[in-house]
T-cell receptor, first 110, second 113 residues
């Protein structure tokens, strides 16, 4: 079956440092989505990437979709304490429900 | 409020019992998905319904079942509960397959003692 690997599992940064999480799929995807789950909360949709090589920005967040449509990354510039949470990528093959990565838990030290 | 309503928020029950979790999708969404999240774990897909019909199955145990009703609300039934079934159960909805983003409910935290 499809596998989605996400690294790192956990990252602790000082406020103002950058953060990146990486996601790799075993199969080619129709699109990839990113979600954020705050501690004690539920996943919240951030963005969907569809095109090969696509790059999208949301303020300090930059999302990339690989050329082969099998990997993706989320980069946060100058982290803030409000960025704390777990970031999940979610792979969409177009044939079934989303397969979520294991998530990267981000802790930001003020 | 995401628009997806899940009840109850918390549930504590004994091993061997049966419980029903309920989900009302966001208005206009036809697809409902159930995911299980164990402590500090990722989201494991259980089952999907689209407009009343089962569309896809994931790692759902035979002790678990679900359905989607004509008004599009969904119920997840968990029976013969075991300690390992303790988890957060999320319902999510979307307009349809491949939709731009799922909307998640706040989840039901199930504790089996």
């Amino acid at each position: 079956g499809q596998q989605v690997m996400q690294i790192p599992q956990y990252q602790h940064v000082q406020e103002g440092e950058d953060f990146t999480t990486y996601c790799n799929s075993s199969t080619t995807l129709s699109n990839i989505q990113w979600y954020k789950q705050r501690p004690g909360g539920h996943p919240v949709f951030l963005i969907q990437l569809v095109k090969s090589g696509e790059v999208k920005k949301q303020k300090r967040l930059t999302f990339q979709f690989g050329e082969a449509k099998k990997n993706s990354s989320l980069h946060i510039t100058a982290t803030q304490t409000t960025d704390v949470g777990t970031y999940f990528c979610a792979a969409d093959t177009g044939r079934r429900a989303l397969t979520f990565g294991s998530g990267t838990r981000l802790q930001v030290q003020p | 409020d995401s628009g997806v309503t899940q009840t109850p928020k918390h549930l504590i029950t004994a091993t061997g019992q049966r419980v029903t979790l309920r989900c009302s999708p966001r208005s206009g969404d036809l697809s409902v998905y159930w995911y299980q999240q164990s402590l500090d774990q990722g989201l494991q897909f259980l089952i999907q319904y689209y407009n009343g019909e089962e569309r896809a199955k994931g790692n759902i145990l035979e002790r678990f079942s679900a359905q989607q009703f004509p008004d599009l609300h969904s119920e997840l039934n968990l029976s013969s509960l075991e300690l390992g079934d303790s988890a957060l159960y999320f319902c999510a909805s979307s307009v349809g397959q491949g939709a731009k983003g799922y909307t998640f409910g706040s989840g039901t935290r199930l504790t089996v003692v």
